[in-house]
């Protein structure tokens, strides 16, 4: 099970809420706060706690504990001003992860400036999977580290009877079996064994560089 940590959202547009809920689906607690009360209404049944309140006032922050918070993301919308001023009074609440959404190259300079610890651009990002899932024949996921680490899908064929030790695949290919799911079967096992073979039409998750799966032949 992941770890518990506190999630705030301020700003519960599409974006903040979608964020919200796949933390809730992960068991997560998060607390979301927006000016706006239809926003609130949508929010109530699907994260944990919900307020009306105007996260561009210090003041709120405080009263809703927001400085209790491991993480906090802000979301709210167009305007690049309320943006700077909620992430700068959350850095000032001592938040130690503040995630920002970003409209722009310049909103992201001025975020960089008052030292949030991500800025999100989620057009881009969507963007930038749907690309590589393009261009990558059978790519689960492109992971943003900036060390080019994807996740992909492969079916044995040629490795049919081998092991993962005889394979030795970190060593030849400086990628990591994460997941297989057997032939057949419907659900994946996770931290696969070592010594035990696998069979032609198994699923592998795979996890590396995107540069190691060009010779990689299951």
């Known amino acids: 099970m992941a ?5 705030g959202i301020i700003g519960l547009g599409k974006f903040g809420l979608a ?14 706060i927006d000016s706006d009360m239809d926003n609130v209404r949508r929010a109530q049944d699907i994260l944990t706690q919900v ?44 938040v130690a992860n503040v ?9 992201e300079k001025l975020l960089r400036k008052i030292g949030v610890t991500e800025v999100i651009f989620p057009e881009r990002y969507a963007a930038n999977q749907l ?16 060390q080019d680490v994807a996740l992909i899908e492969l079916t044995v064929s040629r490795w ?4 993962l030790r005889e394979l030795a695949l970190t060593s030849n290919y400086g990628v990591q079996i994460i997941a297989v799911r057997k032939a057949g079967e419907e659900r994946f ?11 032609k039409g198994d699923a592998l998750v795979v996890i590396g560089q995107r540069s190691s799966f060009t010779d990689l032949k299951s």
């Open 160 to 163: 049919d009877g081998k092991t």
């Open 131 to 146: 690309a590589n899932k393009l261009a990558v024949p059978g790519l689960i996921e492109y992971l943003p580290f900036g």
């Open 189 to 199: 096992g996770f931290i696969p064994k070592a010594d035990e073979p696998l069979r």
């Open 99 to 107: 995630w920002v959404k970003a409209i722009s190259a310049d909103h």
């Open 19 to 32: 964020f919200g809920k796949a933390l809730v689906d992960l068991g997560q607690e998060v607390m979301g």
């Open 51 to 94: 307020y009306q309140a105007d996260g561009a006032e210090k003041k709120a922050l405080e009263q809703l504990g927001f400085s209790d918070m491991t993480h906090v993301m802000v979301s709210v919308g167009g305007s690049i001003e309320a943006s700077a001023m909620i992430s700068l009074y959350l850095k000032e609440l001592d």
């Open 3 to 7: 770890a518990r940590i506190q999630v």
